[in-house]
Every structure is written in structure tokens, then in C-alpha cells.
């Protein structure tokens, strides 16, 4: 009887030091596994960071395909750079967690430079850019003056949001500055009369305005801001910030970015070696 219940006793030892081991094991196996995730590596893929509700820049298309001016120059530098292209659609308040892990190559949306200069590693700027008010054509606002007492939509997180947040001057005029998750939102308020102006890139203002029609809107003389796009890229990526700059500059050089930039806004507003 008692060697039966030593024999137990030992199998019982032993099983659990084989069950502590496996424990240990799988341990190992999900630190390994969450160091992993966080230390993403994009390798030979050219991963671009951008905000899917931002035409022309980036959006989805008819098609239900990514398309706009910004993504179809990053995907022709991956081309040249004989690297893989993915467009992939960000939350924008995210934008930096995602850089800084890894999991982007890079931000390449409209992404303004201007008071954001020691935050990215930044490619020369590429195209000139200014923030403005869309006001209906009917709505007798003719001037940032008429904005007193009035409703006005911005993007989050936007550049045009970050100028009005600093010229208290003005938006203090305001009956209220509402924050909008994406410029096509404003533009929706802005057509059912839920606000009275949307600040935003001239660049994208006047496309949205040509895709409804090119009438019933109109852009304010007044300027907000004047600003620069830039590539943003995470903070010592060095090597690939000049690959694609040069990449640009080549394009420039042979007629690519002029091509394109013709295709998207019927002219080169591109500023490359200029």
C-alpha cells in the first residue's frame, strides 16, 4: 500500500513540474509574441499612412479603390524604389503611435510642415498650400468679417484648425467652431445649412467644390494661413526619407510630378527643384 501511494505521489510530482514547464513555456511564447507587435518592421513594403476622407489628396474612389494626387506619387516612388506599395487608411489621431511603431513607412496625406517641423523627419516641401472658409454663394458672406455670430465647421486635428486655435481674434468672432471628424462632413453641413463656413486646404476646397458641380460655393479671399505639404517621416529615418527624396526630385526632373499634378488639378502646382 505504501509503495502504491509512493508511486502516486511521484507521478503527481512529476506531472507537475511537466505543467509548470509548459506553463513557462507558453509564457515565453506570448512575451515573444507581444514584443513582436510592437517592434513591426515594414520591410521592403512602402506602407503610407493617410485619412481616407481627404480628396484629392486620399480617398476612396468610385471604384471603391484608394486613389488621390498624394497616393499616386508615393506609389510611383515605391515603383522607382522597387519596393511593395500599401495605402493604408489611418485614424489621423493615431497617426503618430503608428509612425513611431512602425506599422507606416511614413504620413503622406496633405500633411502640412508648418509648426510641425521638430515633430517628423520632413522631405522638402512639394506643394504650397493655404487655409481658407467655404461659404455658400447665397449666404451673403463675403469676408471673414461676415463669419461674426456664425457657425463655422473645421476638420480635427487639421491645420486649419491648429491656425484658427491661435488667431483668437478672429474665431473668437464666431457664434461657434465646431471640430468635424473629416472635410467631406463639413461639406455635407455646410450644403444642408447645419453651418455657415468650413475652414480648410484651398486645395482640397476647390475639388470638392468641382466635384459638386463648380457652383454653389465660394472661397473667401481671406487667407487663414499660407503652409507647405510635406512627407513626414519617423525621427532618424534618414535613409528612407532621402531615398524618397530623391525619388521626387527625379520625377520632378524627367516630368512625372508635373504629369500628375496636371491630371489631378489641371495644372503643375507642384513645387519640387522649383
Known amino acids: 500500500m505504501k509503495k502504491i501511494l509512493s508511486v502516486m505521489l511521484c507521478l ?3 506531472m507537475g513540474v511537466l505543467a509548470g514547464c509548459g506553463d513557462e513555456k507558453n509564457t515565453a511564447g506570448g512575451s515573444s509574441a507581444s514584443a513582436d507587435a510592437e517592434s513591426t518592421d515594414t520591410g521592403n513594403t512602402f506602407i503610407v499612412g493617410f485619412d481616407q476622407n481627404f480628396p484629392p489628396m486620399g480617398f476612396v474612389g468610385e471604384d471603391g479603390e484608394y486613389t488621390g494626387f498624394d497616393l499616386e506619387l508615393a506609389a510611383e516612388v ?26 507606416i513607412s511614413c504620413i503622406w496625406n496633405g500633411f502640412t510642415m508648418n509648426g510641425r517641423e521638430d515633430d517628423y523627419l520632413w522631405s522638402e516641401p512639394y506643394l504650397n498650400n493655404q487655409q481658407v472658409f467655404v ?4 449666404s451673403g458672406i463675403a469676408s471673414a468679417a461676415d463669419l461674426a455670430g456664425k ?16 488667431n ?14 473629416d472635410y467631406n462632413t463639413g461639406f455635407m453641413n455646410l450644403e444642408a445649412g447645419a453651418c455657415d463656413a ?7 476646397a476647390s475639388y470638392q467644390i468641382e466635384q459638386r458641380g463648380g457652383e454653389g460655393f465660394t472661397i473667401l479671399d481671406d ?5 507647405e505639404y510635406g512627407v513626414g517621416f519617423k525621427l532618424g529615418n534618414t535613409e528612407l526619407r532621402d531615398k524618397v527624396q530623391s525619388t521626387l526630385e ?23 527643384g522649383k
Do not use: C, Y
Open 151 to 166: 457657425i463655422v465647421n473645421v476638420q480635427t486635428d487639421s491645420s486649419a484648425q491648429a491656425a484658427l486655435d491661435e
Open 78 to 103: 515605391a515603383e522607382r524604389l522597387g519596393m511593395d506599395f500599401e495605402a493604408r487608411p489611418i485614424d489621423w489621431d493615431s497617426k503618430d503611435a503608428l509612425l513611431n511603431s512602425g506599422n
Open 250 to 272: 527625379e520625377m520632378a526632373t524627367d516630368g512625372t510630378l508635373a504629369e500628375i499634378s496636371t491630371k489631378w488639378f489641371g495644372e503643375d502646382i507642384t513645387t519640387v
Open 135 to 138: 461659404v455658400r454663394s447665397d
Open 198 to 204: 468650413v475652414a480648410m486646404d484651398i486645395v482640397v
Open 12 to 14: 503527481i510530482m512529476v
Open 168 to 181: 483668437k481674434e478672429l474665431s473668437s468672432t464666431f457664434g461657434s467652431l465646431d471640430i468635424v471628424p
Open 223 to 227: 487667407v487663414i494661413a499660407e503652409e
